[in-house]
């Protein structure tokens, strides 16, 4: 379709205008030509422009994806430009941060020089302290929280899913979300949504699926003869 395209292009190009008695390439020739400027050496590259708030977990968010900023910015306001290929993250008009683009939703992005070990220590939020809160709910919630962090590639992943599954609290009480974390724990759920989830479709309250040695059934038929034969 290309290719038809530009042989009818070229064929509408060269077509003489009865009006103007010459073609659309005669007049580019003698009125346009002489006084177009070279194209730039480099393509244009489009950025687009949001605002955006560092958060606990010293990440800010751009199209579901998350990118770390210098934990020194932790709670502030920044500027994120983004393009085909690269986030830059801006705090004052100055550039304190450039990530290559993703497309993962959900995942992160994550410089190491953006986290300072010595500022964890004596950060407001630190794994012990969510942990610990997560524990005033229920022994499951608190294995729920402790995995999520352990199993990401830094604990600060973790932090937003597992406030966000302490503050469901308020919403559903201690009981059915301990529930709700020992069902996610069992299927093998590891985030916010997982347990939010369960919540909303009521499936704290079904029972547990069976465990792989419990969901093995006996099969009852005369040549089948048990595992009491052999006593």
Request: proline share 3%; glycine share 6%; hydrophobic share 35%.
């Amino acid at each position: 379709m290309n290719e038809r395209i530009g042989e009818l292009l070229e064929d509408l190009n060269t077509r003489t205008m009865r009006r103007y008695q010459a073609s659309r390439r005669d007049l580019f020739e003698k009125l346009a030509r002489s006084v177009l400027k070279p194209l730039p050496a480099t393509r244009i590259s489009y950025g687009e422009w949001k605002k955006a708030r560092v958060h606990i977990d010293y990440h800010v968010v751009f199209d579901d994806h998350f990118y770390s900023a210098p934990y020194q910015l932790l709670g502030e306001e920044v500027w994120v430009r983004a393009t085909g290929l690269t986030i830059e993250i801006f705090h004052q008009n100055q550039r304190v941060g450039s990530h290559l683009r993703s497309y993962h939703r959900g995942r992160h992005t994550t410089s190491d020089a953006h986290l300072s070990v010595l500022h964890q220590k004596h950060a407001e939020w630190t794994p012990e302290r969510i942990v610990s809160w997560a524990k005033s709910i229920g022994s499951n919630a608190a294995l729920l929280v402790e995995k999520i962090l352990t199993e990401r590639k830094h604990p600060e992943h973790g932090y937003r899913s597992c406030l966000g599954i302490i503050r469901l609290d308020k919403k559903y009480g201690r009981e059915r979300l301990d529930a709700a974390c020992a069902r996610a724990l069992a299927v093998g759920g590891r985030s916010y949504t997982h347990v939010e989830s369960i919540l909303r479709n009521g499936l704290d309250r079904a029972a547990l699926p069976p465990t792989e040695s419990e969901a093995t059934t006996t099969i009852t038929h005369e040549n089948v003869r048990g595992p009491d034969y052999y006593n």
